[in-house]
């Protein structure tokens, strides 16, 4: 049976309506990422694992104004297809949908690992805070395999979030980058290396 990565991608999360639409008016727009062709290490990791990985990338809902009901309504139906042993992967707010998810549910399949990428942990490098993903006092994950990465230099997440996280998973094991920036870079051969140390 093939291993199972579960990879949850990131997204922006706003308090109120007014807030999200304050920011879209204010946020500058970059026309290069409109016509690249450039793609991060997300479905690079699909053909890096090969044959025996599935690498499952489901689609969140509204992810420019993401709600943690509705991820959390799309990643309950993905659940029933889910094998015992399977590696989650949050990236960005997936990271943090991950924490909160696993923290405040018992989840019904054996967790093989759970690999945390730029995850934020209260709030963004802009100040704005996690919103309805806002993480319970007590951070609990179904496995002692937790890998956390994050970059010095991330536009996106401070820093901080990396030193809280390893505060509440003492035994986690820790990559730190100096230029990795919000990790979206093309490929990411630390985590399948990770990945498949499992």
């Known amino acids: 049976m093939k291993k199972q990565v579960v990879i949850i991608n990131g997204g922006d999360t706003f308090e109120t309506y007014d807030i999200f639409l304050k920011y879209l008016k204010e946020s500058e727009f970059y026309l290069d990422r409109c016509i690249s062709n450039k793609r991060d290490w997300k479905p690079w990791l699909r053909t890096e694992l090969g044959e025996g990985y599935e690498t499952i990338i489901p689609s969140m809902p509204n992810s420019a104004n993401a709600q943690y009901s509705e991820w959390k309504i799309v990643f309950e139906k993905m659940i029933p297809f889910l094998n015992d042993g399977v590696i ?42 996690l919103a309805s993903f806002t993480l319970p ?20 997440v401070p820093f901080s979030a990396m030193e809280n996280l390893k505060k509440a998973f003492p035994s986690a094991t820790a990559v730190v980058f100096e230029d990795r920036k919000h990790i979206n870079t093309e490929t990411f051969p630390e985590l399948a290396e990770d990945i498949r140390s499992l």
């Open 137 to 156: 006092k007590v951070l609990e994950m179904p496995t002692k395999n937790i890998f956390l990465y994050q970059s010095k230099d991330d536009p996106v």
């Open 88 to 129: 989650l992967v949050g990236h960005s707010l997936g990271g943090s949908f991950l924490l909160k998810y696993l923290s405040e549910t018992v989840f019904p399949k054996k967790v093989e690992g759970v690999f945390l990428v730029a995850a934020a942990f209260d709030k963004d490098t802009y100040g704005y805070p």
